[in-house]
């Protein structure tokens, strides 16, 4: 395997640069993102890391236009197929938030609705962004299902979220999230309140998924655990500025900035190597 | 750091006799569900800590570590089965017995949220258990409160405060505080640093070994982050579906587990380190429900090691002599490997 030099990445599928904003009226109190620019190269996993209040989830949310009601940016730009999507109104952006870029929240089981089944609000989404019929629809849904490795799907189509286990709902939310073949697929924090058991499997279907389709995915998360098993690009934030881009090997091997060893030393807690 | 089993004893000066501090003997937990089926949350527990010890239940959510720890304080009642503090029985006291027991047992909440009262200063947090078990007037109370934020390295400018104006890592102080207010023997600590940043989490900790230390105080730690229970525990017991699965000296569990629930949860957590080598032992599917359990071993359905008589008998906890002392699981498949030949180690972490 080959790692390629990170800062240097010859065809990223996201480029932000710059990226500034924050509450209040003029975007400068407080101030959350301070010029952040990173590079998310395609067809990879790549990983932004940060602790709470880091700002790696409102810059996470203003990549899909969904940045929170208060927030402003002042400055900066977010590079996506060619397009810079930090000028997009909201209409422009539905054609891209799903179909193009897809995102995956924190608490799975939150972001389903408790009162449709799985099939019905898989279908109802995939209706939405490709048009299709009702029975194409819902054969789209059974299959998506079936790729994330759902099992006895006829089964599961017509249950409720409520039915599902915190690990089969993360499936069901990735099954969601991949239903309309996005090109980058974020992720927040998504092995957050699995146990490491089921947190494996889950990871290691995003990796085998990244690896069918060429999907390039970018994970929000402040386990370094997973980073480090699975990403190959970094990005570590602290009180809304970028303080380390890196290739993964080289974060992990020989870190530059004293936040990042401080990080790694939490995760390991003094170190049982 | 803690040495496994030794450190123990000497810890606390005249501890008047020399058994454990807390002892639970078949504490067995089940209840009713809808349908009068039985759910048995916690079955057959057997375990003992000693003064100035930290021990671990550890196990995927579902095993039932939670419900134990709430049979340990008394705030669930055992089904079967006797908890004992300090030679006294516990389980079924009532009323004035009963109180003088959550003096020398208390439990820190996992959701420091849920469990400070979002209307109180912390002042208040502090001053209600004083009020409720000592008989300190006011002043007392003011100098024991402004100790216990000494203790917990919180600074008295946030006595003022409300639990939403604190962070996580402050809630958790104010929720370790108000649990050492009474001075216990024990302490039952609920997923601590569940809720944490990273290097918050490190701090907690920190602050944990260092209370512990100084007061002599045992802990019953119930976590599933493994470098958390590394850090803290000198045992652990490793639960799965309410019973306990395998049991001995924290390192040594950790680097060579007998068991094969323990062997994949050990596999299964993640290691801070550009791809660490990592030992593929996983389970199949996910915990199943506490209820209608199997007659075999509970684990058998996921477990890659498991043979046809895995299926018919549930194997007990057995002392497993031959890795070292103190050692015991309950899977005969691997008991055997272990004396027909040397296993070989998990993989150094």
Known sequence: MVTPQATTEPDPILVVDGLTGGFGRTGESPQVLRDVSFQIPRGRLSAIVGETGSGKSITALSVIGLAPAGFTRTRGSIGFEGRDLAGLDDRQYQAIRGSRIAMVFQDARASLNPTFSIGYQLAATIRRHTGVSRSAARAAAEEALVGVRIPDVKRRMKQYPHQFSGGMAQRVALALALSCRPNLLLLDEPTTGLDATIQADVMDLIVELSERDGLSVCLITHDLGVVGQHCDHVVVMRSGRVVERADARDLFESPRHPYTRQLLAASELGGHA | ?349
């Open chain 2, 1 to 349: 750091m803690p040495s496994p089993g030794a450190g123990s004893a000497g810890q606390v000066e005249g501890a008047a006799n020399s058994g454990p501090i807390l002892r639970v003997d078949g504490v067995t937990m089940r209840f009713k569900v809808a349908g009068n089926r039985q759910l048995t949350a916690v079955d057959n527990v057997v375990l003992e800590v000693h003064a100035g010890e930290s021990v671990a239940l550890v196990g995927e959510s579902g095993s039932g570590k939670s419900t134990l720890a709430r049979c340990l304080v008394s705030l669930l009642e055992p089904t079967a089965g006797v908890v004992s503090l300090d030679g006294r029985q516990v389980s079924g006291l009532r009323g004035a017995a009963r109180r003088r027991v959550y003096q020398d047992i208390q439990l820190v909440f996992q959701d420091t949220n849920g469990s400070l009262n979002p209307r109180w200063t912390v002042r208040s947090i502090l001053d209600e258990p004083l009020r409720a078990y000592s008989d300190r007037d006011p002043g007392q109370r003011d100098t024991r409160v402004r100790e216990l934020m000494r203790q917990v390295e919180l600074d008295e400018s946030l006595l003022t405060r409300r639990p939403a104006e604190l962070s996580g890592g402050q809630r958790q102080r104010v929720g370790l505080a108000r649990a050492l207010a009474v001075e216990p023997k024990v302490l039952v600590l609920d997923e601590p640093t569940a809720s944490l940043d990273l290097s918050t989490r490190g701090q907690v900790l920190d602050l944990i070994g260092r209370i512990q230390r100084e007061t002599g105080l045992a802990c019953v730690l119930i976590s599933h982050d493994l470098p958390v229970v590394r850090h803290i525990a000198d045992r652990v017991f490793v639960m799965y579906l309410g019973t306990i699965v395998e049991s001995g000296p924290t390192e040594e569990v950790f680097r060579r587990p007998v068991h094969p629930y323990t062997r994949a949860l050990v596999a299964a957590a993640p290691v801070a380190r550009y791809r660490a080598p990592r030992d593929d032992y996983r389970l199949r599917g996910e915990i199943p429900s506490a209820m209608d359990l199997p007659s075999g071993c509970l684990l058998a359905g996921r477990c890659p090691s498991a043979i046809p008589s895995c299926f018919e008998v549930r194997p007990h906890l057995v002392h497993i002599g031959a890795i070292g002392s103190g050692r015991m699981a309950a899977c005969p498949v691997s008991a055997a490997a272990i004396a027909s030949a040397p296993v070989p180690s998990a993989p150094a972490r």
